[in-house]
């Protein structure tokens, strides 16, 4: 049965929403606050660039788009770990070499995804800001620069961001639930660009990381040669978005933190200034749907911090998972939304703690060389007995197990992988105290 569906957002997930539902029959039309990113010379995404993995590729390439990605983004086989004294330090991401993230463009696989909906002809209404929810008589009331208009639907889909606005109409219904929590530190993009005859100044098939204990800064590879570079500071303390706020102090705290890519950036201070600095948030909240008329999706139900590179993700992947629920209930609005919240909550609040925990590996454990240890062992280990050690990386970014099941697995593997090195090191002594003694007889 076709239901007249009203997508609030044109983001990541709206988009591939809009498809999915078009593809299935139904009536779609999706409306965002924003001017369309294609139209306009201004930035309007979040900054940070997208690692795009195999839950998200999976969900694209239900569309037909991740050849295209494949083919437009950067793959990253790895971290590259910047210390202080300028070396630098290689962590793949995997022992299967075809274990890759895409480095690619937030705003650029927004417009293959608007592309997508012009394709198939499916109404997008941009100036559209969603003010109220008329939830007796099912109308969605938005505001243009004109006019004020009411659009009825029979289902809306919230998929509006982390500041949802369906959701906040949600807030005001009885027994929703919801939370939100700020880091205490904030990020702020910067630039590295491609040198003068284009090529990149750094190896572009890495994720770069300069690991600072309690901050840190990242690089993600552009297409055209240049590093897009997110700096995860505090906002207090004495490196800080607060204290730094000169172009002295910027050239200074950049040459103590960051010596070997400060040189790269001919641009910092400037960017470091005029660049805006954006907070950090998790949101949970319950249940995401109102009745079987309104549904919510993507960072409108479950928005997470970036440092599992899991966000984007994740909301792709809750399309995916949300049309397998719509066909095996035949279609059917209340028990899909029902079902869809009981099966999806607790894993994107198993990926929301593992993307808090991935900012202090990031920014504090890589570094270590017990952990570097650690993940060599475990990648061998997984190489040797696939089916028994798998590291929680690679299930999490490389395959489609759902993120509670990943973690209760990585919990009894931590044991195992464990007792097994303990093993080997009684084994290593056992053999150095018998060499001894058979040199000593």
Not at 197 to 214: F, K, T, V
Not at 243 to 259: I, K, L, S, Y
Not at 331 to 358: C, E, I, Q, V
Request: contains cysteine.
């Amino acid at each position: 049965m076709t239901s007249r569906i009203v997508i609030v957002g044109g983001g990541l997930t709206g988009a591939l929403a809009a498809v999915r539902l078009h593809e299935a029959g139904q009536d779609v039309s999706v409306h965002e606050r924003r001017e369309d990113l294609r139209r306009s010379t201004e930035h309007q995404g979040r900054s940070i660039n997208l690692a795009l993995s195999t839950r998200g590729l999976d969900a694209l390439d239900r569309v037909g788009l991740s050849q295209a990605l494949r083919e437009q983004g950067i793959p990253m086989r790895g971290r590259m770990l910047h210390s202080r004294d300028r070396s630098v330090t290689f962590q793949p991401y995997s022992a299967d070499p075809a274990n890759v993230l895409l480095s690619v463009s937030r705003d650029g696989l927004n417009a293959l995804l608007l592309d997508a909906v012009d394709q198939r002809q499916i109404p997008t209404h941009f100036d559209h800001r969603l003010v109220d929810i008329e939830l007796r008589s099912s109308n969605a009331v938005f505001e243009t620069n004109e006019a004020r208009l009411r659009e009825r639907f029979d289902v809306m889909i919230g998929a509006d961001g982390a500041y949802s606005a369906v959701r906040n109409r949600l807030q005001r219904t009885d027994r929703f639930s919801y939370e939100q929590n700020y880091l205490e530190h904030g990020y702020k993009e910067l630039t590295i660009p491609a040198r003068s005859d284009g090529s990149y100044a750094m190896e572009p098939h890495a994720l770069h990381i300069w690991p600072r204990g309690g901050h840190m800064m990242i690089a993600l590879p552009n297409a055209d040669g240049s590093f897009t570079c997110t700096l995860f500071w505090p906002y207090g303390g004495p490196v800080g978005f607060e204290r730094v706020d000169t172009e002295g102090e910027v050239a200074e705290t950049f040459h103590e933190q960051f010596p070997d890519a400060v040189d790269l950036m001919p641009q910092l201070a400037d960017e470091y200034l005029r660049n805006s600095t954006s907070s950090l948030v998790t949101i949970r909240c319950g249940p995401w749907f109102y009745e079987d008329r309104i549904v919510l999706l993507g960072d409108a139900a479950h928005a997470v911090v970036p440092f599992y590179g899991q966000g984007a993700n994740a909301a792709l992947e809750d399309v995916t998972i949300f049309m397998e629920l719509l066909a095996t209930n035949d279609g059917a609005w209340g028990p899909t939304m029902a079902s869809f919240y009981a099966h999806r909550k607790p894993d994107t609040d198993a990926l929301a703690d593992l993307a808090l925990d991935n900012f202090v590996e990031m920014r504090d454990r890589v570094a270590s060389p017990l952990f570097r240890l650690r993940a060599r062992a475990e990648q061998r280990m997984h190489r040797w007995a696939p089916r028994w050690i798998t590291p929680l990386y690679e299930m999490v970014t490389f395959s489609r197990t759902p993120y509670v099941d990943a973690v209760a697995r990585a919990k009894h593997q931590t044991t195992l992988v464990d007792r097994l090195m303990l093993a080997l090191v009684a084994v290593v002594l056992l053999v150095i105290v018998a060499t001894i003694i058979l040199v000593i007889a």
